[in-house]
Nanobody, 122 residues
Framework: QVQLVESGGGLVQAGGSLRLSCAASGRTYIMGWFRQVPGKEREFVAAISWSPDNTLYTDAVKGRFSISRNSAKNTVYLQMNSLKPEDTAVYYC??????????????????WGRGTQVTVSS
């Protein structure tokens, strides 16, 4: 079984930065981040594969967010810069436990963390 633990959420002013971390206890093939606000569906943010080292981002965060990994620690990070109020959401770490492609398909992510709140004030 894979367990995911997120950390790093908090309150930040617009234009500021936060870095989220997600530590996985088991083997994962792809790790990523989704976010959700009340009344909206959970949406894809970013994902990264171990080998090859590829990344994928939603258009809304390109140029501002950066996903990275530490393979030895089986940990993924989401560096969030130039934060906007619209980035406010609960951010969920997610992982694929099988050799599925790097994509934005929520249903293909097998494991989920409990979420961490990110609030960006104007």
């Amino acid at each position: 079984q894979v367990q995911l633990v997120e950390s790093g959420g908090g309150l930040v002013q617009a234009g500021g930065s936060l870095r989220l971390s997600c530590a996985a206890s088991g083997r994962t093939y792809i790790m990523g981040w989704f976010r959700q606000v009340p009344g909206k569906e959970r949406e894809f943010v970013a994902a990264i594969s171990w080998s090859p080292d590829n990344t994928l981002y939603t258009d809304a965060v390109k140029g501002r967010f950066s996903i990275s990994r530490n393979s030895a620690k089986n940990t993924v990070y989401l560096q969030m810069n130039s934060l906007k109020p619209e980035d406010t959401a609960v951010y969920y770490c997610a992982a694929k436990s099988r050799g599925l492609p790097l994509n934005k398909v929520l249903a293909q992510y097998d494991y989920w963390g409990r979420g961490t709140q990110v609030t960006v004030s104007s």
